[in-house]
C-alpha cells in the first residue's frame, strides 16, 4: 500500500482504490473509482489549459459549485492539477465572495453549472508570502466561520491532509464496505469527510433532499452504513413516523453544530443506533469523537481520537480540575500549516506543539469532553461567567422558541448583562415576561437576560452559526 505523504492526496486516493468498486452514488448512478479518475482526469486536464492557471507555482483556484458529483470532480480536479482548492460557498454575499478572491489573490475560478464548469480568470496580484506559502504545498484554504471575529484563512498541506484523515479514521473506522449517506454542505465539509472516504476506499452516497422519507429511501435503496450529518437532519430523521429501522446503519455521526439530549435520545429510540458527536475544528481536523460514550452522555463530543493529546487550561495556562471550566488546548498530526492573512506559520501560532482552540469546555471522570462555549463569547456579568451557548440552550427548549441568539450589553454596575433576541415558531406568540420567567426557573439569576427581543430573523455566518458581533 503507498503511504508517502508527499504525493498528491488525489493521486494516493487512486493509488490505493479498486478501480471497478463503487466511489460515489447520486440520482441513482454509480461511478466506480475508475470512472471517477477518468473524470478527475478530465477536468485537471482542462483546467491545465485554462489562461492564468500555471503550474510553476501552485494556483490558487476558487470553486463555486453546488453540491453533488460535479463539486467532487471539480475539486479533485484542482488538486490533481497541482492547484491549491478555494472553497466559494453558495451563501456568500458579493462583498464576501471578493474578500476570498482577494485575500487568497486567486488566479481563477470555476463556477460548476448543469450545462459544464466555466472558467474565470482573475487578474490578482501574488500574495506577500509567495515563496512561503508555494513550499507549503498546499491543497486548501478553507476560511472559518468567523463567528467571533474575520477569519484568517486555514492553509492545509497535501501532507497534513492526510495525517488528519488517517487520524480521524481511527475512530470513524471507515472501509471498502462502508457507503456513507452524505448530507453536508460540501463547500464547507470536504476534506476530513469525502476526502477521507475515498481515500478509505468507501463509497460515498449524495443524497438530494433533507426531508426524512426521501433520506430513508436513499438510505434503503443504496443499503447505507453511515450518515454525516448535523442535528438538524437528524433531528428531521428522529421525527420519522415510517416503519424502515434502517438495518444496514452502524454508525450515525452528528456535527457542525451542538447536539441536544432531545434529538439524540429521539434519533436512538427511532433506530436503536446512538448519534455519536463529532468536534471537527478546521485548524486541526476530528481530534475528538464520542464513539464511548454516545449511549450515557450524547451531548459529550468524546474522549480524544488516539493520535491527539487534549488538556484544559485556565487563563494562567494551567491544567484545571475535573468539571472545571478550562480552554481547550489540542496536540497532535494533521494540524494545518499556516494562517493566510496575515501570514502566520504554525510554529508561530503554537505553543511546543499546542493549539489554543478558543473553545471553553469541561471534562467528567470519564474523561468525556463537554463544550461550554466560546472564549470570545464569554459575559462578565458582576465578575460571573455566562456563556451564551448555555443560555440560548435553555430559551430554545420552549415550545414556542425556534432559534436565539443572547449577547452582552454594556452595564454602569454589572459590567455586562445578557439580552436575547429570539425568533418563535410560526404561528406562535409569546410575552418577553413569560420567556424571562422560563429561564429563572432553571439558570441562576444571573443568567437569565434582562431583555427579550422578539426578531424575524439573526445574523448567521455562511455555514450557519450564530454570528457574536
Not at 429570539?422 to 424571562?436: D, P, T, W
Request: hydrophobic share 45%; net charge negative.
Amino acid at each position: 500500500m503507498y503511504e508517502d505523504g508527499d504525493v498528491n492526496i488525489v493521486d494516493q486516493i487512486f493509488l490505493r482504490a479498486s478501480a471497478d468498486r463503487p466511489a460515489l452514488v447520486a440520482d441513482g448512478v454509480t461511478l466506480t473509482f475508475g470512472e471517477l479518475l477518468e473524470r478527475v482526469s478530465a477536468a485537471a486536464a482542462w483546467l491545465d489549459r485554462c489562461k492564468g492557471f500555471r503550474r510553476d507555482g501552485v494556483s490558487r483556484v476558487g470553486l463555486a459549485c453546488g453540491n453533488g458529483v460535479d463539486y467532487i470532480v471539480l475539486a479533485l480536479g484542482i488538486l490533481k492539477a497541482g492547484g491549491c482548492l478555494v472553497p466559494l460557498a453558495e451563501e456568500l454575499t458579493e462583498v464576501e465572495r471578493r474578500e476570498i478572491v482577494t485575500k487568497t489573490a486567486l488566479c481563477g475560478m470555476i463556477i460548476g453549472r448543469p450545462s459544464g464548469a466555466e472558467w474565470v480568470c482573475l487578474e490578482t496580484p501574488e500574495l506577500e508570502n509567495e515563496a512561503e506559502f508555494s513550499a507549503l504545498d498546499p491543497a486548501f484554504i478553507r476560511f472559518s466561520s468567523g463567528t467571533t471575529g474575520a477569519s484568517k484563512g486555514v492553509v492545509l498541506s497535501h501532507a497534513k491532509l492526510r495525517e488528519r484523515i488517517v487520524a480521524a479514521n481511527a475512530a470513524l473506522e471507515i472501509g471498502p464496505g462502508d457507503r456513507v449517506l452524505w448530507m453536508l454542505p460540501m463547500a464547507h465539509h470536504f476534506a476530513v469527510s469525502i476526502v477521507l472516504y475515498l481515500y478509505h476506499g468507501a463509497c460515498t452516497v449524495i443524497g438530494s433532499s433533507h426531508l426524512a422519507e426521501q433520506v430513508l429511501e436513499t438510505a434503503r435503496a443504496t443499503r447505507a452504513t453511515v450518515i454525516y450529518g448535523a442535528p438538524f437532519h437528524h433531528s428531521l430523521l428522529a421525527a420519522d413516523q415510517g416503519g424502515y429501522a434502517w438495518p444496514d446503519l452502524r454508525l450515525a455521526v452528528t456535527t457542525a453544530a451542538p447536539l441536544t439530549a432531545e434529538i439524540a435520545n429521539g434519533f436512538r429510540k427511532r433506530f436503536g443506533k446512538p448519534l455519536v458527536q463529532g468536534l471537527g475544528i478546521i485548524e486541526i481536523g476530528l481530534p475528538l469523537m464520542n464513539t464511548g460514550g454516545a449511549g450515557d452522555s450524547p451531548t459529550a463530543v468524546g474522549r480524544p481520537l488516539p493520535a491527539f493529546d487534549v488538556e484544559l487550561r485556565n487563563e494562567e495556562g494551567l491544567p484545571v480540575a475535573v468539571g472545571c471550566v478550562g480552554e481547550l488546548w489540542i496536540k497532535g498530526p494533521g494540524m494545518f500549516d499556516a494562517y493566510l492573512f496575515p501570514w502566520q506559520t504554525i510554529d508561530e501560532i503554537c505553543v511546543d506543539g499546542w493549539f489554543a482552540t478558543g473553545d471553553l469546555a469541561v471534562t467528567d471522570a470519564a474523561g468525556r469532553v463537554y463544550l461550554r462555549g466560546r472564549k470570545k463569547s464569554v459575559l462578565n456579568v458582576s465578575g460571573m461567567k455566562v456563556f451564551p451557548e448555555e443560555v440560548e440552550s435553555v430559551i430554545e427548549r420552549h415550545p414556542s422558541v425556534r432559534r436565539c441568539r443572547v449577547i452582552g450589553v454594556p452595564h454602569a454596575v454589572l459590567g455586562t448583562v445578557p439580552t436575547a433576541e429570539v425568533i418563535l415558531q410560526g404561528g406562535e406568540s409569546l410575552a418577553a415576561r413569560e420567556l424571562i420567567e422560563w429561564c429563572r426557573e432553571i439558570l441562576s439569576i444571573y443568567k437569565v437576560p434582562v431583555r427579550v427581543k422578539f426578531v424575524e430573523q439573526l445574523p448567521m455566518t455562511a455555514s450557519g452559526k450564530i454570528r457574536r458581533i
